[in-house]
């Protein structure tokens, strides 16, 4: 019979503690697909493969870390959960709380937010509050809440968070039989980049895999702390889901990279952006603009000499395309793309897709 998957909860219980007795909040999350990238293998020389997290059921890796945070809070008798977000954590959280029957506050920056979040925030019932403010006045104002009022944070400062997320990493050495030589991924939180980290070591401990992979993090250069080692004030990147100056798990980063020998860098939104579209493109896997950074950093990376031919490299790309969609249909200057409009004639379509009638003289 087919396995039918059951969310990361179920599907890793042993490993993160969960028993029959255990509250599980689940919308069917993990168990994504990972692709393999025949274009971006063939231009760096290595094996390359993207894990998509857009497949998550909110469209974004954040539902991983969700599904322990909400089953742990009402598991504790939570009545409502609280958080902070650039867009795809009060997607997630909103949606969560729905299908567990309590509140969802979500805290976002001002005007920041991609229209697709913002939309599952508001239809999943979220109490939705724009604050005056960038990411980081978020966070704080949902933490100072958390602590003096009777609402759950599950921000990724939650350990459950990072407990649930680092079960990509296992999946991901399930699906190759063992870990890659490097592994990229975005960083804003930095809380994915600890929790990949912490996974694949897991699995080198346990002997499931014979390697932890160079982890190698980007952040986009005008909301890179880590890189520059100094917190960023304003953060400016049209990769919002990434457009924070001060990280939550900053520490815990630098930890995880010297523990992997790895990396951090920064990239422009104008190689962001060309990234996105190379995947869509060569790939067929469509993120939004901070998820492509991996891929940009990859290429960056390889340019740079850093990766040898035949490596195998992940990347992991962390949310869905339509979550964002504007980008796809701004060219590089500034002006939409307008499809071609013709009369409903077959042959007006062939004329313009360049095809002669079959047997025609050419
Ligand atoms: C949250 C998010 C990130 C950043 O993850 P961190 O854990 O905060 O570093 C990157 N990309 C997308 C699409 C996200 O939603």
């Known amino acids: 019979m087919a396995h039918v998957w059951r969310g990361v909860m179920r599907e890793f219980a042993d490993r993160l503690g969960v028993t029959d007795a255990s509250t599980v909040v689940t919308l069917g999350e993990g168990g994504t697909p990972l692709v393999p990238a025949r274009v971006l293998s063939e231009m760096t020389g290595a094996d390359v493969w993207i894990k998509f997290e857009g497949m998550n059921p909110t469209g974004s890796f954040k539902d991983r870390g969700m599904t322990v945070a909400l089953s742990r809070a009402v598991e504790h008798g939570a009545k409502a959960v609280i958080c902070a977000s650039t867009g795809n954590t009060s997607a997630s959280a909103a949606a969560y709380a729905a ?53 759950h944070l599950v921000n990724s400062v939650n350990p459950d968070r990072i407990e649930g997320q680092k079960t990509a990493a296992y999946e991901v050495v399930s699906q190759l039989g063992d870990a890659p030589d490097f592994h990229f991924i975005p960083i804003g939180n930095a809380g994915n980049y600890t929790a990949y980290s912490r996974g694949f070591m897991e699995e080198a401990a346990a002997g499931t895999s014979t390697r932890v992979p160079r982890m190698f993090g980007f952040q986009a250069e005008g909301s890179a702390p880590i890189v520059r080692g100094e917190v960023v004030r304003n953060p400016e990147t049209i990769a919002t889901a990434i457009r924070i100056g001060n990280p939550a798990s900053w520490e815990l980063a630098l930890d ?24 869509a493109s060569t790939a067929g896997v469509f993120v939004e603009p901070a998820s492509a950074i991996g891929v940009a950093g990859l290429l960056e990376r390889s340019a740079a000499g850093v990766i040898p031919a035949g490596s195998r490299v992940t990347i992991t790309v962390t949310g869905h395309g339509l979550k964002d969609p504007q980008w796809a249909l701004t060219q590089e200057d500034g002006s939409q793309v307008t499809p071609t409009i013709v009369d409903a004639a077959p042959r007006d379509v062939a004329e313009v897709l360049g095809l002669s009638p079959v047997g025609a003289p050419a």
């Open 99 to 151: 299908h567990a029957g309590i509140t969802a506050a979500v805290l976002v920056p001002e005007g920041k937010i991609a229209m697709g979040k913002l939309s599952q925030a508001v239809i999943h019932g979220g109490q939705l509050i724009q604050i005056r403010g960038n990411f980081d006045d978020c966070l704080e104002i949902a933490r100072e809440l958390s602590e003096n009022y009777p609402v």
């Open 256 to 279: 995880a990279r010297e523990k992997t020998d790895g990396y951090f860098g920064a990239i422009s939104d104008t190689a962001i952006l060309a990234a996105q579209k190379l995947l």
